[in-house]
């Protein structure tokens, strides 16, 4: 018999494929899609300046990729509100509607790449299918796992890491608690880890699949949806 995950274990394994998929796709959009950051979307302010200064394509896509954001965090988030009225798990389905945007991503990047155009319309439409899946990534981590570390962004979680560093080293953390310290830096070094290998990983697929690297995020997300439970915990 199959024992399934304990409630630990899910708040352990899923945030840290979130991460993989984080760095992942931010890598792989970065690379196919002009500079395009589809996990990481205020990066885009730098690569869209770039864009303009340079005259590079994909400007379009990273004006867009803002309002994408934050349109999608809107509207699954009220989805939520009408899911857990149905008794839904709300966790789970995020996950599977982010499992399908990202498989859908991966056919329009195999069907139309290489994106000669970052602004034309197959790039633009693959651009922002990524962005809405890796936004309903967020808005499920943001609600669903609000102790784990950020699965998109890393620099906070490397400055709190070298923070606690610090104090160790100082013999002291700053509430005394050293167990708690170092518990937290290896939550956090985890998550940074998982991040690092999704871009490394994404770099190494690109640089000998192209387009069809972006079948691996579809795969880490199916694994993340069957670790999610089959009804959600009380929100924290």
Not at 16 to 39: Q, W
Not at 138 to 165: C, E, V, Y
């Amino acid at each position: 018999m199959v024992s399934l995950p304990t409630t630990r274990a899910i708040e352990r394994r899923i945030p840290l494929l979130l991460s993989i998929n984080g760095g992942y796709v931010d890598t792989t959009s970065f690379l196919a899609l002009h500079g395009l950051f589809a996990a990481h979307v205020t990066g885009n302010f730098v690569t869209l300046g770039a864009a303009l200064v340079l005259g590079t394509s994909g400007t379009l896509v990273k004006l867009l990729a803002l309002p994408m954001f934050c349109a999608v965090i809107i509207a699954a988030h009220l989805l939520s509100f009408a899911l857990r009225r149905r008794g839904i798990a709300v966790l789970r389905t995020m996950l599977l509607l982010k499992l399908i945007l990202l498989f859908a991503a991966a056919v329009l990047a195999v069907r139309h790449g290489p994106f000669a155009d970052g602004d034309g319309a197959p790039a633009l439409l693959t651009g922002m299918v990524l962005v809405a899946a890796m936004a309903i990534q967020n808005a499920a981590h943001r609600i669903h796992f609000p102790k784990a570390p950020p699965s998109t962004l890393m620099t906070g979680t490397t400055t709190q890491i070298m923070i606690d560093i610090a104090n160790l080293l100082h013999g002291k953390s700053a509430n005394d608690d050293v167990a708690a310290t170092r518990t937290r830096v290896r939550q956090l070094s985890a998550s940074l880890a998982a991040f690092a290998f999704g871009c490394g990983a994404a770099a190494l697929a690109f640089a000998f699949l192209q387009e069809g690297s972006f079948f691996f995020p579809p795969a880490v997300a199916l694994l993340a949806y069957l670790f999610a439970p089959r009804a959600d915990a009380a929100p924290a």
